[in-house]
């Protein structure tokens, strides 16, 4: 079992920064790979990041390449999502989760909100 706990979300203005924070515990992190989802208001939630075991390889979705950035410290148990040039848009709640397949996500977080203003 892993416990998933993400920090950081907020309100912030348009082309401002956020960093969230997803810290687990129960098991050490970096068994899995793991991915950031968002869910915006009557939208399906969407994987918009994920980051493999080590750290060393990392996949975004189209709408935040180049603005968002998932790295993790292991040896924290902590994965971090920095936000950057945030858009109205990227108002959403935020989930970090864990995946021992790689493609299938076994354990979620309770979510972030991060209300971007115009």
């Known amino acids: 079992q892993v416990q998933l706990v993400e920090s950081g979300g907020g309100l912030v203005q348009a082309g401002g920064s956020v960093r969230l924070s997803c810290a687990a515990s129960?098991?050490?992190?970096?068994?899995?790979?793991m991915g950031w989802f968002r869910q915006a208001p009557g939208k399906e939630r969407a994987i918009i990041a994920s980051?493999?075991?080590?750290?060393?390889?990392?996949t975004y979705a189209d709408p935040v390449k180049g603005r968002f950035t998932t790295t993790r410290d292991n040896a924290k148990n902590t994965v971090y999502l920095q936000m950057n040039s945030l858009k109205p848009d990227d108002t959403a709640v935020y989930y970090c989760?864990?995946?021992?397949?790689?493609?299938?996500?076994?354990?979620w977080g309770q979510g972030t909100k991060v209300t971007v203003s115009s």
């Open positions: 980051i493999s075991r080590s750290g060393a390889y990392t």
């Open positions: 129960g098991r050490t992190v970096n068994n899995y790979v």
């Open positions: 989760a864990a995946s021992q397949s790689s493609t299938d996500y076994d354990y």
